[in-house]
Structure formats: structure tokens, C-alpha cells
């Protein structure tokens, strides 16, 4: 058959990071690839608990369908908890759960961008955040971005010419693709240009939990007098990505659009999966199982950071996260990463290399290291191989 598919599919690629992620399945592969969390903190036996509890207590509403906006005890812990963590000021009337924050961002394409938008994001930004909004046929305008963010001088200039612009798009908190934080300054400075432009900013936080040093700074959102921040979240850094459960918060205005959206993709989030996930949250110290992966992600922090150290050659600069799940290196102009990693792969280490951050592309000397979900001594090994590997092409 020959398909009439949407004008909008040639716009769309396989994501590189996936097409790796099929090589890493084999057991010899050190990956830095993929996002992945450690696995065996997931709390499993606590979780066989959980489920025996639903099941044997409302088992027939946790098979049964919900509302699209998602189960209320849930949606409620997440208000309060992002209230004390995030300085924001939100009931669960402000919370809709999705699969995932991947779904939050497609919704938000969904609500807001017609063909020809303009999303602005960080330069580099998340690849499926790309992928997410660009289905929606809308272009990209990278904001210059230093350690501390967004440069709000940039971020006006290109404000004030770019009539079309509908989102900008950060990851304030060790972003995916760098591991950077916004400073304290950075994020007013991003919000009053936000409600100056009436441009609605989409803050998304997977990582701001996993801080392993330093002081938890406000949010974008209690900078926010306008309601045009909305907060992404979810709990597959802290808890488990297979529940697939995330949320959007926001004014109730623009949360009424989303739960449109939402009933057309799917009408709902899983429900025995949002009723476990609350009993968890009710029976057991989510804090000290957030503590638990915090240590465990700060020792291979630091393992790979005195890695890179000792052993990158010179002309190799690599950011040092203070939390989260990613560091970024930079390599000398010359050298693609895509080269790197095409001998890396023989010697069966993976990363992913930069330049696909980039929606506009360019900046083929980058590449992406993952710390999250390899132990030590294997951070080590695979750390040398592409120091070995860098130090032959420069
Ligand atoms: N946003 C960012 C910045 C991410 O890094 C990720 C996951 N890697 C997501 C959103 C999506 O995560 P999930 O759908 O598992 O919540």
C-alpha cells in the first residue's frame, strides 16, 4: 500500500537515542546512553505489597476506568508536594496526571502550537521534547544558553522580533541534555520576560529531587504572577519510569484544555497504576527511598567526574552536575562525536552523541553522558575506553 501519511511524518525521525538504546540491551555494552535510572533501587518488594493491597481492598476501582484528570489522593500528594518542594501554590484541581511527562509535553504541542509557531527552548534542549512539538509543525529558536541558563538579554532580543513565539521550553533544574542549573537570577529574569511577551513558559523538572549538593532554588513558577508557567513532573526519576506516570500543573484554565486533549489520546492514566503509587506514597518514606537513589547517583557522580578528570585529554571540557542524571562533554571542533561513538560501539561503550540536542542542529563536537545506571568500577572502564578513543583522534 502506498500510504498517504500527514505532511507532518516527514518532519519526524527515529530518535537516535532509541536506535542506540537497542545496542545497550546486550548485557557487555557499558551504556551512557539512555536516561535510565538504577534498577535495582527500584523498590520492588514494596511495590509486590502494594499491589496485593489494592487489589484485595478496591481491586474492582483499580481495574475499572477514571476520570481523565486522574485519581484524587494522587493529585493531591503531588499539590502539597510540590508546594513545600517548589514554592508553588497549587490544589489538586491544578494536577493533571499523564503518562509520563513525555505525554504532559505532546499534550502541550497539542494545546498550544499550530504550524508555524515558535518554541523556544535552551540550546542544547531534550530530544523528545524536540520530537514532541516539532509533530505539531512548529520551528525552533535556540536561546544562547550559559551555566546559569537562558541569557535573558538573548531571550528578549528574540522575544521582541519573534511575533509567533507560543512556548518557551526550559529544564531549569540539571537539564538533559548538560546537567546545568538555572541560577536564582536566571529564572526571575526568564519569568518577567514570560509575562512581558505573554508567552507561556513549560517548566520541566524531572531531576530537581535528585540534588546531590547545594540548596533547592524556587521554582520558575513562584515567580509567576500571571499564570503563564505550567510545571511538568513526574515519578519516573524518583520512583519507577515502567508506571509511566507524570503530570502537568497549572491554572485551571489551561488544565481544562489539556483534559480536552487528553480524552481524544487516551482518556485516562492507568489506573491501578496511579491507585499503587498512592498507597506507596501513603505506607512507606518516599523521602528516604529518594535519599537511597540521591547517594547511590552521587558516588557515580563523583566516580565519573575524577574519571573524566584524570583521564580526557586535554582540549575536553565536561560540565559537573550537581544533581540529576547527565553530564555534557565538550570536544575540540574537529572531532565528531558521531565518529567517536561509531568506535566505541566496537568496544562496546555507548553514549549519545550531542549534536540532536540541537533542533536546529550543528555543534557535532558534543556528546551526552549518562551516570545514572551503570555501577562504579564499569563508569571507570567505560570512561577510559572513550578517553583512549579521544586521545587517538585529537
Ligand atoms: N523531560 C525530560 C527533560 C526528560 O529528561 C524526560 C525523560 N528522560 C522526560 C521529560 C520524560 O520522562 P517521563 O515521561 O518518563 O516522565
Not at 493529585?75 to 489538586?92: D, G, H, P, Y
Not at 511577551?197 to 521554582?219: A, H, K, M, Q, W
Not at 515567580?223 to 508506571?243: A, E, I, M, Q
Not at 558534543?366 to 578513543?389: H, W, Y
Amino acid at each position: 500500500m502506498d500510504f498517504k501519511f500527514a505532511k507532518r511524518m516527514s518532519q519526524l525521525r527515529a530518535s537516535e537515542i532509541r536506535e542506540i538504546l537497542k545496542v545497550t540491551e546486550r548485557l557487555e555494552v557499558i551504556s551512557f546512553a539512555g536516561g535510565l535510572p538504577a534498577p535495582e533501587l527500584f523498590p520492588v518488594e514494596e511495590i509486590k505489597e502494594v499491589n496485593r493491597i489494592v487489589l484485595s481492598e478496591e481491586g474492582s476501582k483499580a481495574l475499572q476506568y477514571t476520570t481523565t484528570e486522574g485519581y484524587t489522593p494522587l493529585r493531591e500528594w503531588i499539590a502539597k508536594r510540590m508546594n513545600s518542594k517548589l514554592r508553588t501554590q497549587f490544589a489538586a484541581d491544578n494536577i493533571l496526571l499523564t503518562h509520563g511527562s513525555q505525554q504532559a509535553l505532546d499534550l502541550s504541542g497539542k494545546v498550544f502550537l499550530d504550524e508555524g509557531d515558535v518554541v523556544l527552548c535552551e540550546s542544547p534542549t531534550y530530544l523528545a521534547a524536540i520530537s514532541a512539538f516539532r509533530a505539531y509543525g512548529c520551528e525552533f529558536v535556540e536561546v544562547p544558553t550559559d551555566d546559569d541558563g537562558m541569557i535573558p538579554s538573548e531571550l528578549e532580543k528574540i522575544l521582541e522580533k519573534t511575533e509567533r513565539a507560543k512556548i518557551i521550553y526550559v529544564i531549569p533544574e540539571f537539564q538533559n541534555p548538560t546537567g546545568r542549573t538555572w541560577s536564582l537570577e536566571r529564572r526571575e529574569q526568564l519569568v518577567k520576560a514570560a509575562m512581558k511577551y505573554e508567552v507561556v513558559v513549560i517548566e520541566d523538572n524531572p531531576y530537581g529531587e535528585l540534588r546531590f549538593e547545594g540548596e533547592t532554588l524556587p521554582s520558575l513558577k513562584s515567580f509567576d504572577k500571571t499564570g503563564c508557567v505550567l510545571c511538568l513532573g513526574t515519578f519516573s526519576k524518583t520512583f519507577c519510569p515502567g508506571y509511566r506516570i507524570g503530570w502537568i500543573a497549572g491554572e485551571k484554565g489551561a488544565i481544562e484544555k489539556y483534559v480536552l486533549v487528553k480524552q481524544g489520546a487516551d482518556l485516562q492514566c492507568n489506573t491501578i497504576a496511579q491507585m499503587e503509587i498512592a498507597k506507596y506514597l501513603e505506607l512507606y518514606d518516599i523521602d528516604k527511598h529518594i535519599e537511597k537513589i540521591r547517594e547511590v547517583y552521587r558516588k557515580r557522580r563523583d566516580i565519573m567526574v575524577k574519571t573524566m578528570e584524570e583521564e580526557f585529554p586535554e582540549g575536553v571540557t565536561f560540565t559537573r552536575p550537581k544533581g540529576g542524571l547527565f553530564a555534557w562533554v565538550e570536544l575540540p571542533a574537529h572531532i565528531n562525536a558521531r565518529d567517536v561513538l561509531e568506535i566505541c560501539l566496537k568496544k562496546n561503550v555507548a553514549f549519545v552523541p550531542g549534536g540532536s540536542f540541537f533542533p536546529n542542529g550543528g555543534k557535532e563536537n558534543t556528546l551526552r553522558i549518562n551516570f545514572s545506571n551503570m555501577p562504579e568500577d564499569r563508569i571507570v572502564e567505560g570512561l577510559k575506553c572513550i578517553a583512549g578513543v579521544l586521545r587517538e583522534l585529537i
